[in-house]
């Protein structure tokens, strides 16, 4: 039997109470019939709705119940493909210079220190 691969477009078609995947620890689950069974409530699903939520799962510290009901859930593997994750712009990711003259208060912090030297 083939194992289906999802990207994380893929399992982002999935994030809806009609169709509910997780991916949690390099696995996808369909959690779609589960909504009403949660412990924690549908809201809990919802918010976590197509994404990966393997952070949010372990950290909420899930029983060996809980792992065997999502064994029964499983319908393939996850492999974050980066497509959900939004690229920095250049100038995000670059510190603005601060200049003695700046007008700021970052500027007048260097003029003042300057000052000193």
């Known amino acids: ?3 289906k691969t999802f990207t ?3 399992l982002a078609n999935h994030a809806s109470k009609s169709s509910l995947y997780l991916a949690v620890g390099g696995k996808v689950y369909d959690c779609t ?3 009403d069974e949660h412990p924690g409530g549908e809201e809990v699903l919802l918010e976590e709705a ?3 939520a393997t952070e949010s799962f372990e950290d909420v510290g899930h029983s060996e119940e809980a792992r ?3 064994h029964k ?4 593997d996850y492999k974050d493909d980066n ?3 939004k690229a920095k712009s250049p100038s995000s990711s670059t510190p ?4 003695a003259g700046d007008k700021s208060d970052s500027g007048r912090l260097v003029s003042w220190v300057k000052g000193w030297f």
Do not use: L, Q, R, W
């Not at 859930?73 to 393939?76: D, R």
């Open 73 to 76: 859930m499983y319908v393939g």
């Open 1 to 3: 039997m083939s194992v």
């Open 8 to 10: 994380t477009a893929d």
């Open 68 to 70: 065997e009901i999502m």
């Open 96 to 99: 603005k210079p601060i200049h």
């Open 33 to 35: 019939e589960f909504i």
């Open 83 to 85: 497509s959900g994750k």
């Open 50 to 52: 197509g994404k990966d």
